[in-house]
């Protein structure tokens, strides 16, 4: 979406995170990186490629 339609990437950021949370109805938890939340991150290359997977603090997968 940011390449091909130019979204900023702050937005772009948003609109995979914080908004599906709140349409989920989770974003007492989810959505950003704050205290008290699960700290459930993706990490991305500048290709979007995924690097590695952190779900509720814990590295799941990390690429080679």
Known sequence: MVELVDVPITSAVRMASLNPARVLGKEHRKGILATGKDADIVVLDKNFNVHM???EGEIK???D
Do not use: A, D, G, W
Request: charged letters at 35%; zero cysteines.
């Open 61 to 63: 997968y990390k690429k």
């Open 53 to 55: 997977t952190i779900y």
